[in-house]
Structure formats: structure tokens, C-alpha cells
């Protein structure tokens, strides 16, 4: 049983910071990628950011230099350091990994960027 639990997420106002957190437990041999997406109300599911176990990491056009993931593949965690928020980044955010086998979510977290 492989369980990824997010925290971090919360209100904040347009301009300010959060810093999400996602930790994976259970029977987790091998960690490909670890990642980030979110849905907004009435949207499809996005990607956000990816971070891979050789150090490279990616990031959605529409965050790109505003948010940073981070992650430390012995422990099983990733972060998304998310600065400069705007109204439109508020969303449900689910953290993801991708094992050999497979890729697991976590139950998402909401961040809502709000005056």
C-alpha cells in the first residue's frame, strides 16, 4: 500500500507565498519522477511540475519562474515553493510519483490565492 499524503496548501493573498509538501510511504522501491499537477473549479487536471531521481525538473509554462519544486528521493518527499501567486493559480494541487510499475496521487491539497 503506497499513500502520498500533501499538506501546505491554504488561503493566501495574490503576490504572497506557500510552500506545499508531499510525502510518500508504503512499499516504494523506486521513484522515477516525482511531480505536481492541480485542477481548478469546472477544469481538466494540469501538470505543474516535474523534478526526475537525476536532478532535472520542468515546469508548466504558466509557472515557470514563479514556482520552484524541490525533492529528496531517499526520503520519498517533494515541495513546490510557490511564489508571486496569482487568483488564477487556485486550485485542488495533488502531488504524483512514477515508480516502475506505476504512478500514485495523492488526495490533494487546496490552495486558493484570494484578496
Known amino acids: 500500500q503506497v499513500q502520498l499524503v500533501e499538506s501546505g496548501g491554504g488561503l493566501v493573498q495574490p503576490g504572497g507565498s506557500l510552500r506545499l509538501s508531499c510525502a510518500a510511504s508504503?512499499?516504494?522501491?523506486?521513484?522515477?519522477?516525482m511531480g505536481w499537477y492541480r485542477q481548478a473549479p469546472g477544469k481538466q487536471r494540469e501538470w505543474v511540475a516535474t523534478i526526475t531521481n537525476g536532478g532535472g525538473s520542468n515546469y508548466a509554462g504558466s509557472v515557470k519562474d514563479r514556482f520552484t519544486i524541490s525533492g529528496d528521493f531517499s526520503k520519498n518527499t517533494v515541495y513546490l515553493q510557490m511564489n508571486s501567486l496569482k487568483a488564477e493559480d487556485t486550485a485542488v494541487y495533488y502531488c504524483?510519483?512514477?515508480?516502475?510499475?506505476?504512478?500514485?496521487w495523492g488526495q490533494g491539497t487546496q490552495v486558493t490565492v484570494s484578496s
Open positions: 504524483t510519483i512514477l515508480t516502475p510499475t506505476r504512478r500514485y
Open positions: 508504503g512499499s516504494i522501491f523506486s521513484i522515477g519522477t
